[in-house]
């Protein structure tokens, strides 16, 4: 059985910073690139980051470069995402998701308020 399942969500004041991490069974973490999605309260999806299977490479929303990092460990069949310099419009539930968004986690909400 597939398992995507995140956590580190919470809720920060603006500037602060989260790390999430989504851990990964089923299937063959390390030959999958990996998705960080986020779905603000009343939005649609929204793309927010990816890496290649190796972790080689790495792009991001135009909106998050420079504030967060997505990196993994395919030794422990894991993905992260440093999220710093929050912003309340980074409101939303993270997923995680494989290369083929074939594969979904549960969802991790972020609030940033003060």
């Known amino acids: 059985e597939v398992q995507l399942v995140e956590s580190g969500g919470g809720l920060v004041q603006p500037g602060g910073s989260l790390r999430l991490s989504c851990a990964a069974s089923?299937?063959?973490?390390?030959?999958?690139?990996m998705y960080w999605v986020r779905q603000a309260p009343g939005k649609g999806l929204e793309w927010v980051s990816a890496?290649?299977?190796?972790?080689?490479?790495?792009s991001y929303l135009d909106s998050v470069k420079g504030r967060f990092t997505i990196s993994r460990d395919n030794a422990k069949n894991t993905v992260y995402l440093q999220m710093n310099s929050l912003k309340p419009e980074d409101t939303a539930v993270y997923y995680c998701?494989?290369?083929?968004?074939?594969?979904w986690g549960q969802g991790t909400q972020v609030t940033v308020s003060s």
């Open positions: 089923g299937f063959t973490f390390s030959s999958y690139w």
């Open positions: 998701a494989d290369g083929y968004a074939t594969y």
């Open positions: 890496i290649t299977s190796g972790g080689g490479a790495t």
